[in-house]
């Protein structure tokens, strides 16, 4: 067996054309962890009124709805919940989006009230794709939740239904978002440039 080094991943790949942002003195808190927690469980109360009564099935966009999932999910007090983790890049080393996103395996979604989550609507490229895309597939509703929302960033009308904080246009990493793959793990939200 062969282990993958970072260079297996090319969100890691220096890109020339578009060197990312000037790293400055480091990550600096923008949202403090407390916060965040604090907004988190506020957001699984909404939800758990907003979808009382029925048997959802939530859609998180990995990898960096990793931490708000594992959280959010946790305080949603819904008794019928099934979870599928997908996958939907349009970053790929770089910090503007640069692709069209593609959309990973979807589950069968006919019929089922959908709980999709995202970590940050930028553009609104995503998750307006996977919107369509599960309205396609036959979805009975689609409730949107992000942790973030870069509103003043939108290239497609796009407005989430429950959103954690309004953020500026800021390159932000940390509570599962990255750079390059890095600083996912901060427990903060951060921003990098100086
Ligand atoms: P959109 O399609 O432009 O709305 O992009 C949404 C995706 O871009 C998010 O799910 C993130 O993965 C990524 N993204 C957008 N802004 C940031 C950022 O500031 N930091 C890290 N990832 C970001
Ligand atoms: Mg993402």
Redesign the pocket.
């Known amino acids: 067996m062969t282990l993958g080094t970072d260079d297996d991943d090319n969100r890691t790949r220096p890109d020339p054309a578009n060197p990312g942002p000037s790293l400055g003195p480091g990550p600096r808190t923008l949202i403090p962890a407390p916060r965040i927690r604090r907004r988190v469980r506020q957001l699984g109360r909404i939800l758990t009124t907003a979808l009382a009564g029925r048997s959802p099935l939530c859609i998180t ?5 990793f931490c708000f999932a594992a959280d959010l999910l946790r305080s949603i007090a819904i008794p019928d919940l099934q979870v599928h983790f997908a996958r ?4 790929l080393g770089q910090t503007t989006a640069q692709q069209t996103p593609t959309l990973g395996d979807l589950p069968t979604v006919s019929g089922r009230h959908l709980l999709l989550l ?3 609507l930028d553009s609104g490229a ?1 998750l307006d794709a996977l919107y369509r895309t599960l309205t396609d597939h036959g979805a009975s509703s689609i409730t949107t939740c992000v942790l973030l929302d870069k509103s003043g960033q939108r290239r497609v009308p796009f407005t989430a239904d429950h959103v954690g904080f309004v953020i500026p246009n800021r390159f932000v990493v940390g509570y599962g ?1 990255d750079y390059r793959n890095r600083f996912r793990h901060l427990p903060d939200i951060c921003t990098l440039e100086p």
């Open positions: 966009l990995l990898d960096g709805c939907a890049s349009s970053y995202d970590d940050i995503t978002l």
